[in-house]
């Protein structure tokens, strides 16, 4: 990165918790990037000091509440002092002091959603539609505040918590070293949860599902173990009396060394029944080869792949008890689910993978804002990205082409892994893409490029001479089952054809006499839907397109009145059309984005 990000996490909870571990290791992986990083907490707040422990800078506020105001105007005043880019915030009253101080101080609001439980969807609650982008720990959480709360696809993206795949390995640690640490007896079976006291975490059906295996398999030896502190301590310190448990559970407190707990369990369990993302303790025990038994709570079942693990109900005590019984029984079983734990956590929740996330959007973020300062028109904010970003979020090709590729901006938006090249004229490196090639693109895409699952030109086609030839290359490039995605400006708005009416050029594309040379940045072609419509067509492609965009259509009323015939034409050939084909493409021009919009998005499949 070019310029140093400056970051500012907010946190008012007190406890130490999955939420803030995951805060504190993300601190530290995006400093290792290069990211200035510092936090806003309580003075009494346990992550204070796991911070300073880390030489990360800490600023002590109150966080008394939503509308805290002191609390806010000293965050605003951290802002400009340190001269923060980006605030993230992660909880409830922090992300409103620390969302609304972001604003104040004009810069940039991360919210990150730890929890699964939903936010409730009053318009009174908007601080989270004000977010200029969201994180969430899993895929359920993203979708729920997708369809709950209001938060549009393009802003909000699943980044689980990344574990650290070689610290939490099996191979580091010896099992028996790790057992006899613990106190654990040799032929013990030993069942473990590892999670905060608190009520969600459910460590009632944890100790129940305990007094069932002592009922049920008196033959054998098997203990307990609960690591971790909180409020529900008493409460549980009482069942375990109450249920008679005492000589077989064991209340091991806060645990440092994770990985020497999970190496020496045989079974690990996690009973939460809400509040869950992606849950850290599941892909540590998973990492570390440890049988895992947890409940499909939040989005740990984004981790559920080829039988790695038993995932049961969440609110089921008897798929708990048979699940637990099964691998007691079975020492193969518990072998079995052991060996398909690690590789699919690995491949998809490792640490890397998460900062390499985080620090596209921060780069995406800072970006924008230098885009705006210095005057450049803000493609950021142009509304023809979000539709763009929504077709690949639900098509989710595994390769795509980006031509003309630009500064890169697609990839730091796209909610899903993938491969990404670049063709451009000018841009010779883009961070995160595989591979960018400078070509012009006005000879069609390069014949050493691959086949992709998607390309997309954005912006690019009004600049090309020979428009046949680039469609006609790049269906050469795409899969069977391919798509490609075309933006360009809309020169059939009325507003457009009255310029071209009293100045015989459309707007955007103006007289070139004396300026005609290759390699400039010229507007050539002038488009409209049915001329597109032709020319992707003509090069075989099929399910053509129109997708709508975000500006207001009409812009002007006047518009209405000179858009009427139009609307009026493109209707009487619809009712005339003698095919499916004729009227999609009748419904479609004659629709409010070929008419009045701004921008062109157009998709089209390469079907053989």
């Known amino acids: 990165m070019s310029k140093t990000i400056k970051v500012l996490h907010t946190e008012w909870s007190d406890g130490w918790g999955g939420q803030e571990i995951r805060i504190i290791n993300e601190m530290i992986a995006v400093r290792e990037q290069g990211v200035e990083v510092y936090l806003a907490c309580t003075n009494h707040a346990q992550i204070k000091q796991k911070a300073l422990d880390n030489n990360i800078t800490v600023f002590t506020l109150s966080f008394k509440g939503n509308a805290d105001f002191k609390t806010l105007f000293g965050i605003k005043k951290i802002i400009q002092e340190n001269q923060i880019d980006i605030v993230n915030t992660h909880s409830g009253k922090d992300t409103w002091v620390g969302g609304l101080a972001a604003k104040l101080a004009g810069v940039k609001f991360i919210r990150t959603r730890h929890l699964s439980n939903p936010i409730k969807s009053s318009r009174s609650n908007f601080i989270n539609e004000l977010a200029d982008y969201i994180f969430t720990t899993g895929e359920g959480v993203r979708l729920d505040m997708i369809n709950n709360n209001r938060i549009k696809p393009e802003k909000i993206q699943s980044i689980p918590t990344g574990i650290d795949a070689d610290i939490y390995d099996s191979n580091n640690f010896d099992r028996q070293v790790c057992r006899d640490l613990f106190q654990f007896q040799d032929g013990q079976i030993v069942i473990g949860i590892i999670a905060v006291f608190r009520q969600f975490k459910r460590h009632d059906r944890f100790l129940n599902m305990a007094r069932n295996i002592i009922d049920n398999n008196s033959d054998k030896d098997i203990h307990f173990v609960m690591a971790g502190d909180g409020p529900q301590r008493e409460n549980l310190s009482n069942m375990i009396n109450d249920l008679g448990l005492q000589d077989h559970v064991s209340i091991l407190g806060h645990v440092s060394n994770v990985p020497e707990l999970l190496q020496a369990l045989d079974v690990f369990v996690l009973t939460s029944d809400s509040g869950e993302g992606v849950p850290q303790s599941v892909m540590q025990a998973l990492l570390m080869q440890t049988a895992v038994v947890s409940t499909n709570a939040g989005s740990t079942k984004d981790l559920h792949h080829d039988n790695n693990f038993i995932l049961i109900d969440k609110d089921s005590h008897k798929e708990l008890n048979e699940a637990c019984n099964k691998l007691v029984n079975s020492e193969d079983l518990r072998n079995q689910y052991a060996r398909n734990s690690r590789k699919y956590v690995l491949d998809n929740f490792s640490k890397v993978k998460m900062t390499v996330k985080i620090i596209n959007i921060y780069s995406s973020m800072v970006r924008q804002v230098s885009l705006q ?236």
């Not at 961070?431 to 997309?456: C, H, M, T, W």
């Not at 054809?497 to 072609?525: A, D, E, N, S, W």
């Not at 812009?555 to 095919?579: L, M, N």
Request: glycine residues 8%; hydrophobic residues 35%; contains cysteine.
């Open 373 to 608: 300062s210095s005057n450049t028109e803000n493609q950021f904010m142009k509304s023809y990205m979000s539709t763009v970003i929504s077709v690949l979020n639900n098509k989710k090709p595994k390769t795509i082409l980006d031509a003309p590729s630009g500064n890169g901006w697609l990839l730091p938006l796209l909610s899903f892994e993938t491969i990404i090249d670049g063709v451009d004229l000018f841009e010779e490196t883009i961070s995160g893409y595989r591979n960018i090639i400078q070509e012009d693109l006005d000879f069609g895409i390069p014949d050493s490029l691959l086949k992709y699952d998607a390309i997309v030109s954005c912006e690019g086609i009004e600049h090309f001479g020979n428009p046949a030839l680039f469609l006609n290359t790049a269906k050469k490039h795409l899969n069977i089952g391919g798509i490609i995605i075309i933006t360009t400006p809309n020169t059939w708005h009325p507003s457009a054809r009255i310029q071209y009416l009293l100045r015989g050029f459309f707007p955007g594309f103006p007289c070139l006499v004396g300026k005609i040379h290759r390699g400039t940045h010229m507007h050539i072609t002038p488009w409209s839907f049915p001329q597109l419509y032709l020319y992707l067509t003509l090069a075989g492609y099929t399910d053509i397109k129109l997708h709508n965009t975000t500006d207001k259509k009409p812009k002007h009323f006047f518009e209405r009145i000179f858009g009427f015939p139009q609307k009026v034409y493109c209707r009487s050939k619809f009712k005339k059309s003698k095919s499916k084909e004729e009227e999609n493409f009748w419904k479609m021009s004659g629709g409010s984005q070929s008419i009045f919009g701004r921008r062109l998005v157009v998709s089209a499949s390469n079907n053989g």
